[in-house]
């Protein structure tokens, strides 16, 4: 019997072993099974708030953002600190793109795998001390599959440690006013340090950031993918890329202190929000309460883009220049957020300079628009002028006034004395 026991003992380990080195070969661990979630608990102050709003929302803090403007279109308890999970990796990603968009790096660099980097536990690809991925297939790895190992990788490559990287993190957190952050790491795992927070509210923030690098969709859209020759699966982890209209992103994240969370993002009309929800009891609640936040915003706002009356854009008079006049030039107008139904509140003020002295030089400031909607101030653009003019200088008035004399615009009196 004993014989039998040992026996059957080492078939299974047999069987477990190779089970792992199929997982290593063929498929990424995905970081939304096995997770053990406490259920939260609320007051019954939160419990009031939950009422009021329009929406159910299953979650410890949520924000419904509109990406142009950052301006918030719903919240509950939007600034409570709270353990980000995976969500952390927009940071990640936007340090990356910021990178790329400033040619410090490509997405065609070879990157080679740390120790560090090889060691990350959860979500992974199972990279290897000294293999090499490209930055496109790393970026790849953490926006579809949240490989932790892959993201810890970018860092070190962007900032050249992942310390180095974690101090560029939470430097462009204070940069971009994130009050309530600070980060600890570039994956969001749950280290021993109780310190990795940030909040709904700095989430859409860094959201809104990241979501300016349209590349960036090209990875945050794509539902499933592979690497190694199609040896790796990469199966996204935010199920609203696959089942919602218009999703734009972003990302997902689930740990046992963070619960389930996600910073959800689509566009619909020009209309682009994000939906973050921290701290649901259980992934479908987090998606739930994603979709009824941006499905809210959708039908209750749009996006309306301005038209300046042509009439209010006059050339501008130059005095002593030799040109007598300059053109304005209108800068693209951004959309501007209204409720569904107040569009004819929105109300556009153009102001333009009476006149210029010269020189003027192109691009110059010379007036402004000012956008607001129900009185309240919305937008500010400059108007700029179009081209540049020179001063006419003394012998151009010279010979400005000898012109005006032999065309008879200007005419002497015949006796000084009757002048």
């Known amino acids: 019997m004993k014989r039998f026991i040992s026996f059957l003992l080492s078939i299974i380990s047999v069987f477990s072993i190779s089970t792992t080195a199929f997982a290593t070969d063929k498929t990424i661990v995905k970081e939304d099974e096995n997770v053990q979630v406490a259920k939260s608990v609320i007051t019954q102050e939160e419990q009031k708030k939950l009422e009021s709003l329009p929406v159910e929302i299953k979650a410890k803090s949520a924000v419904l953002m509109e990406v142009t403007s950052g301006e918030i279109l719903m919240e509950y308890n939007a600034d409570k600190q709270l353990f980000p999970a995976s969500v952390t990796k927009i940071m990640t990603m936007l340090l990356v793109a910021e990178a790329i968009s400033s040619k410090k790096i490509t997405l065609a660099d070879k990157v080679t795998c740390s120790s560090n980097a090889a060691s990350k536990g959860g979500s992974q690809i199972w990279l290897e001390e000294g293999e090499s991925m490209t930055v496109d297939e790393l970026l790849r790895a953490t926006a579809i599959g949240s490989a932790n190992d892959a993201a810890t990788l970018l860092g070190e490559y962007v900032a050249g440690s992942e310390t180095a990287f974690i101090d560029m ?115 479908n609640d987090r998606f739930n309460t994603a979709k009824a936040m941006l499905n809210w915003g959708f039908s209750n706002y749009s996006c309306v883009t301005p038209e300046i009356n042509k009439k209010d854009l006059k050339k501008v008079q130059v005095v002593g220049g030799k040109v007598e006049f300059v053109s304005p030039k209108i800068p693209k107008l951004s959309p501007v957020l209204v409720k569904k139904g107040e569009e004819e509140k929105i109300d556009i003020k153009v102001e333009i300079e009476e006149s210029l002295v010269a020189p003027v030089v192109e691009k110059q400031t010379i007036g402004n628009i000012k956008i607001s909607v129900g009185g309240k101030n919305v937008a500010e653009h400059k108007i700029t002028a179009k081209n540049s003019v020179e001063e006419l200088g003394l012998w151009g008035y010279m010979k400005k006034l000898a012109n005006f004399v032999a065309n008879g615009e200007m005419k002497y009196p015949k006796n000084l004395d009757n002048a």
């Open 169 to 283: 993190m939470n430097e462009r957190a204070i940069e971009l006013k994130m009050k309530n952050t600070h980060f600890e790491n570039a994956t969001g795992l749950d280290d021993t340090t109780d310190t990795h927070l940030t909040t709904a509210r700095d989430i859409g923030i860094m959201s809104c950031e990241l979501l300016k690098y349209d590349f960036i969709r090209d990875y945050t859209t794509v539902w499933m993918d592979s690497l190694r020759d199609g040896k790796t699966e990469l199966v996204n982890t935010n199920k609203l890329v696959r089942f919602y209209s218009g999703t734009t992103g972003l990302k997902t994240g689930t740990t046992a202190k963070a619960g389930c969370c996600v910073s959800a993002s689509a566009e619909r009309d020009g209309l682009h929000l994000v939906a973050v929800v921290m701290g649901s009891d259980n992934s």
